[in-house]
């Protein structure tokens, strides 16, 4: 089997995941490169990794270079994802940076793998709360059409970086150190613009155009854009919430064909990457804790809206690291390969 030169780039919760889902997929790996901004031994489930502080000539003899390093002109992509692609890389960058850029795929294998073979070098990888929205979602707009969604996420502290993750950590010790008499911590080196521990915040991102949050409108352009479809009617409220990882959505649909809640749920059970969990009666739905660590789409709560003719009601989970980035990344590393066969 042919095997392909990899490099890694960032070392975070992200790239850490990578690392593992390669493995886990048998992915051909011939040389495995692992970059960052500085050099140092890192150990991923008792595997030792060398990595190199990152330089152009770290791209040099690389096939598939995977991007997970922070966003913005002080980010890794930017400066290096273009030099990478001069030395014969195709980069899968995980940033926002290219992911409107018309020349560049944005894409989630389920919904529109044949994207893929129009790159040119770069290939999006979709903000993780879009994700796990498309492939839920992309299976019922081919059957029926959507016409609006509505959705609110609850979305983990991992999904905003390591320095998050620390952040909730030491929030959550010091109050809990306190016996929870007092629910505010003040802790150094937030990362994330609020307390989060015993807390929400509706603020992902920056503020921007019409007071939506820059999160929120990645989920409304991109979904325009992997979906092929910018006429769907999307609003977001994008929510921080106290759990690691995995993130949860409160989706709203409206289609324009009728479906019924228990048709949706067997469309549903036979898409790729989606498992159905769908039993309130016996205190059965997703939930990040039990999905942490899952490839799949997690899909519960079906239900019609009582009041609105064809308003349908989803419940869609899926662990960040993985589907939302790690997996959905190295998925699209597995298409570009069978396309080069
Ligand atoms: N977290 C998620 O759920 C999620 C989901 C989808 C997409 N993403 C995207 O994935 C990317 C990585 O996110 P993350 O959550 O893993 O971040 P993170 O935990 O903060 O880690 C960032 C990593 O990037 C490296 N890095 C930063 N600037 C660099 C540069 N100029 N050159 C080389 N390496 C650089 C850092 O290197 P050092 O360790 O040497 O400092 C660090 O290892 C971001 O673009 C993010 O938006 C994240």
Redesign the pocket.
């Known amino acids: 089997m042919k095997k392909y030169n990899v490099c890694v ?9 990578m690392l593992r889902v390669l493995k886990q997929r048998n992915f051909p790996v011939g040389q495995l490169r692992v ?4 050099a ?1 031994e890192i150990e991923v489930d008792g595997q030792k990794y060398s ?1 190199e502080a ?1 330089s152009p000539e770290g791209f040099n003899d690389v096939d598939i270079a995977l ?5 913005g002109e ?4 930017v ?2 994802a273009p030099e990478a692609v001069k030395r014969g890389a195709v980069v899968i ?5 290219f992911r409107m850029d018309p020349k560049v795929p944005l894409v989630v294998p389920e919904v529109n793998s044949q994207d893929v073979k129009k790159h040119k070098g770069i290939i999006a ?4 709360s879009t ?1 796990q929205m498309v492939v839920a979602l992309s299976p019922i707009h081919k059957k029926v059409g959507i016409k609006r969604i509505i959705v609110t996420t609850l979305q ?1 502290s ?8 620390e952040q909730l950590k030491a929030e959550t010790s010091v109050i809990s150190s306190g016996g929870f008499d007092r629910l505010h911590a003040d802790v150094k080196n937030k990362a994330m613009p609020q307390q989060l521990a015993f807390n929400v915040f509706p603020h992902i991102g920056g503020f921007s155009e019409d007071d939506y949050t820059s999160e929120e409108w990645k989920m409304v352009k991109e979904t325009h854009k992997i979906m092929h479809d910018d006429k769907i009617k999307i609003s977001a409220t994008t929510v921080r919430v106290p759990v690691r ?1 995995g ?1 949860s959505e409160s989706v709203y649909i409206e289609t324009k064909k009728p479906i019924k809640p228990q048709e949706l749920r067997q469309l549903l059970s036979k898409s790729p990457g989606i498992v159905v969990i769908d039993d309130p009666k016996n205190n059965l739905y997703p939930m990040p804790k039990d999905v942490e660590g899952r490839d799949e789409t997690f899909v519960g709560r079906i239900r019609r809206d009582t009041f609105v003719k064809n308003g349908l009601w989803l419940w869609v989970v899926a662990d ?2 993985r589907k ?2 790690a997996t959905n990344a190295v998925q699209i590393a597995e298409c570009v390969i069978s396309n080069s066969k």
């Open positions: 780039v960032g070392v975070g919760v992200v790239g850490l995941e970059l960052a901004r500085s140092r990595v990152i991007f997970a390093g922070t966003e002080k980010g890794a992509a400066t290096y960058d995980n940033g926002a940076d990888n979709p903000n993780c994700i983990a991992s999904g905003a970086g390591k320095s998050a993750v990882t993130h960040n690291l939302g980035a």
